[in-house]
């Protein structure tokens, strides 16, 4: 009887768990259908935060008055460098936008030559590859937080110089992989990160 008892709790515990977890056709999830991350319950429960295209981070939407001074893969820079027309630091202090609606996944600063940095996550189920990562290095202020969604055009933070490291400007970064540590900023091997402009260009408006 006390086996029959037991094996009747298994069965119902089993029933509970697989009733509880919660329905997702999102690509990250696990094999039980279960948000592992903030990030991904977020982009669960929150379609109207899903990207439906994509601005450059300056001068929206266009990125008009600023120049890539340093763009992707030029000296094995990962990111491009936008920088004000008008030269030297008179963007100092200029605004930063989010590219994409999103999820602001770190929001700190990052140390030498790195200065303040923001992280945001975005998803939209038509892109290839469907989760990106957008990094916005060396602002001078932050205007957002971990854990907060971001719509397109949305000033988050403005342009610095890290801490006095350089000229101002803004080294913008696009990864398709997630949540990777910070790196360098320049490296031969581009796995994981993707050219910022030619990505924008390519998907200005996701309805496809």
Same mark, same amino acid.
């Given at each position: ?94 605004? @930063? ?6 999820? @602001? ?11 303040? @940095? ?16 957008? @990094? ?73």
């Amino acid at each position: 009887m006390r086996t029959l008892f037991i094996l009747f709790l298994l069965i119902q515990l089993s029933y509970c768990e697989k009733n509880e977890a919660p329905e997702s056709n999102l690509p990250y999830l696990d094999e039980k259908m279960t948000p592992v991350k903030p990030w991904e319950l977020f982009f669960k429960d929150s379609l109207h935060f899903h990207a439906d295209g994509f601005n450059f981070p300056v001068g929206i939407p266009d990125a008009k008055g600023y120049y890539n001074a340093q763009s992707f893969q030029e000296n094995h820079h990962l990111g491009d460098d936008w920088n004000a027309v008008t030269g030297g630091n008179t963007d100092l202090g200029d605004p @930063v936008y989010a590219t994409a609606n999103g999820y @602001v996944n770190s929001a700190k600063h990052e140390g030498p030559g790195w200065g303040n @940095v923001i992280r945001i996550i975005h998803y939209h189920k038509n892109l290839k590859p469907q989760i990106v990562e957008s @990094v916005y290095a060396h602002c001078d202020t932050i205007l957002v937080r971990k854990g907060q969604a971001v719509i397109k055009g949305e000033k988050i933070g403005t342009i610095g110089n890290a801490d006095g490291a350089y000229l101002a400007h803004l080294h913008f970064e696009i990864r398709d992989s997630i949540e990777w540590p910070i790196g360098g900023g320049y490296f031969y091997d581009t796995t994981g990160y993707m050219n910022p402009t030619r990505f924008i260009k390519r998907n200005r408006t996701i309805d496809r």
